[in-house]
Every structure is written in structure tokens, then in C-alpha cells.
């Protein structure tokens, strides 16, 4: 496809149970980057990917988030042990990694923790 | 303080409206400007993308950069339904890749 692809669309998972999300880039993007929104809240930047390696993971919120990215390509954001406060949409975004380049978003994955 | 102030909104207009939508920033090293809008269960799309200050226009869109003021703005003309959307202003420092939001507008067009 033309645009950032994410999957699952949606994930309900219960409390303490570890979830994988995916993103795959539009093709030939460099950068890659994770947001989260909250029910009615700005984007919250997560981890920011060159390549395969994260120059700038400041926004993860706890140790329990993590993320890496492969063959310059697809990239998966872990969250272990969920928690509630952990549900909300999680937006994958790619871009050709010059600092003029603006930001493709995919349409995000709504996770809920029970 | 936040660096990047939105007000969340919800703003109503009839269709046919002038809209207005701003942001403020606090951080003088932000030079690249841009405005995504948001459909509801759908990952944001950009809009308008300025670089420093000046004025940038794309159809029924207007976007304007004021580096003195640290405000930056967004009007639709002729608002249609299909405008009604959640409007993010959002920017980015010189040398850095990452994209700072502000919390976004919800914006209603009503027919």
C-alpha cells in the first residue's frame, strides 16, 4: 500500500499481559516514529527510529515500553505487563528523515486494557 | 507549561463560516509549521506545512506564521461538513526530527 499500515486496528488485552503493536512505513521512509493520544489529548511523542537505530526513545513512558525496528522497514512497539493506564491509540508515523520532512501517520491502534 | 497551547475547543460554526484555529508556543527555536486534521478513528493527515514565518495559502486554506508573536494560525474559508474534524497544530525545532503537537481543536461544521 501507499500509506503507514498498522496493525491490529484495535487490541483489548487484559491487565498484566504483554502486547505487541506493528507499523509498516511507507516505503523508502527512513524515519519512523511512535505517538500516543489519549481519549482527548494531544499526540505524546514515544520513540523516534533513523534506520534501525533510536536516536531519541525520551518520550517511552516507563521500562515496561520498548520498540525496535528492522531492516530499516517494519517496526513493533512492546508493552509488557499492560496496565489500565496504558489504554489509548498508538500512531505510527514515517517520514524521508530530513528535519523539512513532515510526518505520514497510519490510523493507530485503539488498545484497551481491562 | 506546555511548549505548543491549543484550545481544545469544541468550536461551532455554520456551514459557509470563517474559521479561525491558533496555536501559541513558548519555544523561539521552533521553525517548522504545520496543521494536520484528524477524522474521528483515523490517524492525522497533513494539511498545511510552513517553514518560519509568512503566510501560506492551499485552496479554501490559509496558513499564517507569526515568529514574533510565537503564534501561528489556520482559517478555512467557505466551511463546509466535511471540514468537521479535530484540527492539531503542530512544529518541529531546526536540526531535530521530533514533532511537537498541541492538543487540538475540535471543530464542528453544522449544514
Known amino acids: 500500500g501507499a500509506g503507514v499500515s498498522q496493525s491490529p486496528s484495535n487490541k483489548v488485552t487484559e491487565k498484566g499481559k504483554d502486547v505487541e503493536l506493528r507499523c509498516d512505513p511507507i516505503s523508502g521512509h527512513t524515519a519512523l516514529y511512535w505517538y500516543r493520544q489519549s481519549l482527548g489529548q494531544g499526540l505524546e511523542f514515544l520513540i523516534y527510529f533513523q534506520g534501525n537505530s533510536a536516536p531519541d526513545k525520551s518520550g517511552l513512558p516507563s521500562d515496561r515500553f520498548s520498540a525496535e525496528r528492522t531492516g530499516g522497514s517494519v517496526s513493533t512497539l512492546t508493552i509488557q505487563r499492560t496496565q489500565q493506564e496504558d489504554s489509548a491509540v498508538y500512531l505510527c508515523?514515517?517520514?524521508?528523515?530530513?528535519?523539512?520532512?513532515?510526518?505520514?501517520f497510519g490510523n493507530g491502534t485503539r488498545l484497551t486494557v481491562t | 507549561q506546555k511548549e505548543v497551547e491549543q484550545d481544545p475547543g469544541p468550536l461551532s460554526v455554520p456551514e459557509g463560516a470563517i474559521v479561525s484555529l491558533n496555536c501559541t508556543y513558548s519555544n523561539s527555536a521552533f521553525q517548522y509549521f504545520m496543521w494536520y486534521r484528524q477524522y474521528s478513528r483515523k490517524g492525522p493527515e497533513l494539511l498545511m506545512y510552513?517553514?518560519?514565518?509568512g503566510n501560506k495559502e492551499d485552496g479554501r486554506f490559509t496558513a499564517q506564521v507569526d515568529k514574533s508573536s510565537k503564534y501561528i494560525s489556520l482559517f478555512i474559508r467557505d466551511s463546509q461538513p466535511s471540514d468537521s474534524a479535530t484540527y492539531l497544530c503542530a512544529m518541529r525545532k531546526g536540526g531535530y526530527n521530533k514533532l511537537i503537537f498541541g492538543a487540538g481543536t475540535r471543530l464542528a461544521v453544522h449544514p
Open positions: 508515523a514515517s517520514s524521508f528523515g530530513q528535519e523539512e520532512s513532515p510526518l505520514h
Open positions: 510552513t517553514y518560519s514565518s
